[in-house]
């Protein structure tokens, strides 16, 4: 699979976040605006957006990720976070989790295509076999999948104790923490934070928030920890 008829150039800031791997990311994004369309994976619409609005907002959140982390990409899709992510930081070990056969189909193309160091898993993140599979990841990324709540009873079993989910919101990340915050704590996770990104770097900042998981003894069992401080 090769990127076609696509302007090469790569933005200033896409050198700043990737460093020497940003023909990768470019590769990528050539694929995204070719393959990725036509596969009906991403719009039309989204092409004149795919570095400032996609790559780059989610290459970003690696500031949040310690080295050699174990982290599973909760709904990849098209590849965001997780691809983007493997590109900056290719220490991490990534787990790409999507439920849709032809979207996997496609992140295994890409993996290859691109050299990751990445691994490919069709499933979803609530069901206990996925789960028993793949759990214990030290940070667990999900970009535009659900509400927080839901996002959290998904996503916080995947994660070790102590681990943490990275759930990339937009403008209304303060409401989804207010409507969210007791069913987020019922499910194990601690208090939500919300953290902004390649600050100084990209415009606007990636807003994350980040829900450690603190539970103790069965899920649903949650109990008070301090704030973890990234």
Do not use: Y
Request: glycine letters at 10%; a negative charge.
């Amino acid at each position: 699979m090769e990127a076609e008829g696509v302007d090469s150039t790569i933005p200033t800031t896409a050198r700043l976040v990737f460093g020497e791997r940003a023909p990768i990311a470019g590769e990528f994004v050539g694929l995204l605006a070719s393959h990725g369309v036509e596969r009906g994976l991403i719009g039309p619409r989204e092409v004149d957006r795919l570095w400032d609005r996609h790559v780059l907002n989610s290459a970003v959140v690696n500031e949040l990720i310690p080295v050699g982390a174990r982290v599973i990409d909760v709904g990849s899709g098209a590849g965001f976070p997780g691809v983007p992510l493997a590109i900056a930081r290719p220490d991490l070990d990534i787990v790409l989790l999507e439920p849709m056969a032809r979207r996997v189909e496609w992140l295994t193309e890409v993996a290859e295509a691109l050299d990751l160091p990445v691994t490919v898993e069709r499933g979803r993140a609530e069901e206990k076999v996925v789960q028993r599979r793949i759990a214990a990841a030290d940070v667990v990324t999900a970009r535009a999948v659900a509400p927080l709540a839901r996002l959290s009873e998904w996503c916080l079993p995947l994660a070790r104790s102590s681990g943490v989910l990275l759930a990339l919101k937009g403008q209304t990340a303060a409401d989804e923490i207010e409507r969210d915050r007791a069913a987020i704590s019922k499910v194990g996770g601690g208090e939500p934070e919300i953290v902004r990104c390649g600050e100084g770097v990209v415009d606007p900042p990636a807003t994350v928030v980040t829900i450690e998981r603190v539970e103790s003894g069965p899920p649903g069992v949650a109990r008070k920890r301090g704030r973890k401080k990234h």
